[in-house]
């Protein structure tokens, strides 16, 4: 019986790796640094009230997705999105508003994050996105998720202005360093989970980056399209995508139900 459940994709909360996955994951940390930046900046909200209703919002949106016990693309995709975020505005405000090196929140996430791993594996002998089936799992991997966008926003903060490297070259840098995570995978036989987790966490930064070079000023390294502008672009783009796979999933339900 455990064996058919591990198995059973219908039962799984989180989708599955595919190109449309890696694509909205990464306008959604694009829109996340930008969207935080537009809240907390050009309205005027400051990174406290802006984390707080954020949080706010957040916290409703993972009731409705714990609420399903299967993969519902709309659900699960806002709280992508809004957990991006907040996972943001987590690291803006230790950095901003406490003062905290941004290579201290690199290394402190990346602890934390290690962490959430070590009591995730030893409580489900797996860290298999595939499995998400019940709610401790879920929970574990939405604690992930969370630690993998602050992370990658101080790291992404850390190569670009600490390091001065500028937007372009530090999403370049970790663009690079996922195709190589790739390529181990699909010829080296890098362990599939490990692939995964890696690349997650270096989409952040990735996104984030490209995310920062379009909407920052010129002055400032940036293109100067705005935040207010790349947020809608990048909204409009995940809305699409996400209908798109809602349709899609209720076809293949659909003929599913028919075979039946």
Known sequence: MTAIIEHDSELNRVPDVTIDFWLIKIMA????????DYLAVNLGLGLTATSLIIAGILIVALILQFAQKRYVPWAYWLAVVLISVVG????????DNFGVRLETTTIVFSVMLALTFIAWYASEKTLSIHTIFTTRREIFYWLAILFTFSLGTAAGDLVAER????YLATGLIFGGLIAAITLA?????LNAVLAF??????TRPFGA????????PVEYGGMGFGTTFTSLTFLGCILAIVLHMTLRKLIEEDEQALLD
């Open 29 to 36: 940390v694009t829109m996340g640094e930008t969207a935080a």
């Open 197 to 202: 987790w890696l690349a997650y966490i270096l």
């Open 185 to 189: 995978w699909f010829f080296l036989g």
């Open 88 to 95: 943001t505005l987590v690291t803006d405000n230790l950095v």
């Open 209 to 216: 980056s490209f995310g920062d070079l379009l909407s920052q």
């Open 163 to 166: 390091f001065d490297l500028g």
